[in-house]
């Protein structure tokens, strides 16, 4: 049982280059989210689902899409990366939403140069 | 996490208990949670406590909430090196959807 998988935990970008993180899930739970974690920022919402089809914005979602096909999987995409953009990347997942507990991935450390 | 607040550091030494203090904002948060992150790792619940309650225990862990002041409060008993980590106070979103988190406080436990 993987729980929750990010893909890949380390990438340096070029500005400018787009790249697609990956989050799949197999605890069959509705809700999917991502974050961003700099150092004395905490970790800030970007975008979140509900369940397959059904996406919205968090608290910095400017530079980022997401897509939920699938319940399994719930891709980040940055279409062009900037410097601003350099960060640990975590996607969470919970059985419905705030009121249940998280599942956090091990993160993607994202580096644009 | 704007408007959860969280000390940023906290170093005790091992065997004396760790107070790690929140403040959050949104009272109508039904539930408030503590996560721990280790070192190159994401975050795992760690307890929560239920926004009708005052106090919850749970082995060397002791949750404070005190709603008037929306302060909550981790008690480590007996902290051990191992509890050595970054710990996030985190309250349901507007949206009930996720969560909003407080900064974090590194807690360093020296032998």
């Known amino acids: 049982n993987a729980g929750v998988t990010q893909t890949p935990k380390f990438q340096v970008l070029k500005t400018g280059q787009s790249m697609t993180l990956q989050c799949a899930q197999d605890?069959?739970?509705?809700?999917m989210s991502w974050y961003r974690q700099d150092p004395g920022m905490g970790l800030r919402l970007i975008h979140y689902?509900?369940?397959?089809?059904?996406?919205d914005q968090g608290e910095v979602p400017n530079g980022y899409n997401v897509s939920r096909s699938t319940t399994e999987d719930f891709p980040l995409r940055l279409l062009s990366a900037a410097p601003s953009q350099t960060s640990v990347y975590f996607c969470?997942?919970?059985?419905?939403?705030?009121?249940?507990?998280?599942?956090f991935g091990q993160g993607t450390r994202l580096t644009v140069v | 996490g704007e408007d959860v607040e969280q000390s940023l550091f906290l170093s005790v030494r091992e065997g004396d208990s760790s107070v790690i203090n929140c403040t959050y904002t949104?009272?109508?948060?039904?539930?408030l949670y503590w996560y721990k992150q280790e070192p190159g790792a994401g975050l795992q619940l760690l307890t929560y406590?239920?926004?009708?309650?005052d106090m919850k225990q749970d082995q060397r862990l002791t949750v404070l909430l005190n709603k008037k002041d929306k302060h909550l409060s981790l008690r480590i008993a007996d902290t051990q090196t191992g509890d050595s980590a970054i710990y996030f106070c985190?309250?349901?979103?507007?949206?009930?959807?996720?969560?909003?988190f407080g900064k974090g406080t590194s807690l360093l436990v020296t032998p």
């Open positions: 969470a997942v919970s059985r419905t939403g705030g009121n249940t507990e998280a599942f």
């Open positions: 605890m069959n739970h509705e809700y």
């Open positions: 689902s509900v369940g397959a089809g059904i996406t």
């Open positions: 949104d009272s109508s948060s039904t539930y």
């Open positions: 406590i239920f926004s009708n309650m």
């Open positions: 985190a309250e349901v979103s507007n949206s009930g959807y996720a969560l909003n």
